[in-house]
Nanobody
Framework: QVQLVESGGGLVQAGGSLRLSCVAS????????VAWFRQGPGKERELLSI????????YYADSVKGRFTISRDNAKNTVYLQMDKLKPEDTAVYYC??????????????WGQGTQVTVSS
């Protein structure tokens, strides 16, 4: 089974940027993908972006399209989420998750521990 560790969260002013990292270890399946989710205070979990371990395809939720960029470094087994033009409503705990792509969309995956992102106005 894959294990995931997120890092890179913190406090940033509105309009600023952060880059989150998700390092995977263990059994990584090349046909699987990695997704970033977030859960803000009092809000439901939200799927933000998905990338496969192989191939160029990516997915972005409308709420982050044009501001967030997902990428991967296969040599480091790491997936990144570059977050630009951050808004106070982006404040949340951010999680990475990994599974086959259909399971990722359903939220049925292996999860990291999460990293807090706080955007001040």
């Amino acid at each position: 089974q894959v294990q995931l560790v997120e890092s890179g969260g913190g406090l940033v002013q509105a309009g600023g940027s952060l880059r989150l990292s998700c390092v995977a270890s263990g059994r990584i399946v090349s046909s699987d993908g990695v997704a970033w989710f977030r859960q803000g205070p009092g809000k439901e979990r939200e799927l933000l972006s998905i990338i496969s371990w192989s191939g160029p395809r990516t997915y972005y939720a409308d709420s982050v399209k044009g501001r967030f960029t997902i990428s991967r470094d296969n040599a480091k087994n790491t997936v990144y989420l570059q977050m630009d033009k951050l808004k106070p409503e982006d404040t949340a705990v951010y999680y990475c998750a990994s599974s086959d792509l259909d399971s990722l969309v359903a939220g049925n995956a292996t999860w990291g521990q999460g990293t807090q992102v706080t955007v001040s106005s």
